[in-house]
T-cell receptor
Framework: QKEVEQDPGPLSVPEGAIVSLNCTYS??????FMWYRQYSRKGPELLMY????GNKEDGRFTAQVDKSSKYISLFIRDSQPSDSATYLC???????????FGGGTRVLVKP | GAVVSQHPSWVICKSGTSVKIECRSL??????MFWYRQFPKQSLMLMAT?????????EQGVEKDKFLINHASLTLSTLTVTSAHPEDSSFYIC???????????FGPGTRLTVT
């Protein structure tokens, strides 16, 4: 079993819909949680980061962390075709140096 | 967000030659830099972690003599693929981490094709 699980998709939604992404993890020591967006043939771009449990909102993006369930989510409101990309969750322990990534979810937003 | 650059963005080389890829943090000092490899439709695979002025720490299964990493300054790290073979063809991405606890930024990647 992988340390971080993420549905590979593809997740296809119509423009304007809410995109819901999530990851589950097994290591209770993870404290820092990140979401990256990666377009084809490009490096990942940091979208959101949260520490421990709680919610964080930035524009159309909302990140949620539920440490009791070992579950994190990313919501994208009013999705646009330009949001079509692969979304990677990543997490790290407080003392650790390395990020552990999920496998990525491919999202397609259709106009 | 912070900017990380990579050069070249795309390189083709012949089997047996060496290729150097540069990674620079443009507007912040990177205490740690990371090198990843990514195959099509797969997630990132960490190859090595380097701190400025120290030897890189390689992940299990990564040949340190084949993938030479130099972290000469707080803004520059290089990855040299020595004696490249077609199976080394891949997308190589560097990442740099600032002093914050979670800010880790990625470069645009370098596509290496070995013929």
């Amino acid at each position: 079993q992988k340390e971080v699980e993420q549905d590979p998709g593809p997740l296809s939604v119509p423009e304007g819909a809410i995109v819901s992404l999530n990851c589950t993890y097994s290591n209770s020591a993870f404290q820092y949680f990140m979401w990256y967006r990666q377009y084809s043939r490009k490096g990942p771009e940091l979208l959101m980061y949260t520490y421990s449990s709680g919610n964080k909102e930035d524009g159309r993006f909302t990140a949620q962390v539920d440490k009791s369930s070992k579950y994190i989510s990313l919501f994208i409101r009013d999705s646009q075709p330009s949001d079509s990309a692969t979304y990677l969750c990543a997490m790290r322990t407080a003392a650790g140096n390395k990020l552990t990534f999920g496998g990525g979810t491919r999202v397609l937003v259709k106009p | 967000g912070a900017v990380v650059s990579q050069h070249p963005s795309w390189v083709i080389c012949k089997s047996g030659t060496s290729v150097k890829i540069e990674c620079r943090s443009l507007d912040f000092q990177a205490t740690t830099m990371f090198w990843y490899r990514q195959f099509p439709k797969q997630s990132l695979m960490l190859m090595a972690t380097s701190n400025e002025g120290s030897k890189a720490t390689y992940e299990q299964g990564v040949e340190k003599d084949k993938f030479l990493i130099n972290h000469a300054s707080l803004t520059l790290s290089t990855l040299t693929v020595t004696s490249a073979h077609p199976e080394d063809s891949s997308f190589y991405i560097c990442s740099a981490r600032s002093s914050g606890p979670y800010e880790q930024y990625f470069g645009p990647g370098t596509r290496l094709t070995v013929t």
